[in-house]
């Protein structure tokens, strides 16, 4: 999902920059990911998906949710976007990766 957002921010957004962070998340034992970049944005919900055959951000969160866990998005035109992406730190094994 980290790499689909950091894709998506660079071939969507038009960004100058883009930063990855992590970092551990409440409760204890997840784990939380953001994706940022300064780019265009988009407001949410009136993005492409998968009607228009853009699969991005609805597959992130399919498997956000697999892994039990969440997406959060934030954007708005011309403020960049950002993608916080958290899960409950596991072992993960073939299935599920």
Known sequence: AA???LHNALKHGRPRSVMLAARPAEPAGWI???VRDDGVGFTPGEQAGPTQGHFGLAGM???MERLGGTLRIESAPGRGTAL???VPLRAYDE???
């Open 3 to 5: 790499q689909e957002a």
């Open 32 to 34: 939380e990911l953001t």
């Open 61 to 63: 969160r399919e498997r």
């Open 84 to 86: 916080t992406f958290r």
């Open 95 to 97: 299935d599920v990766a």
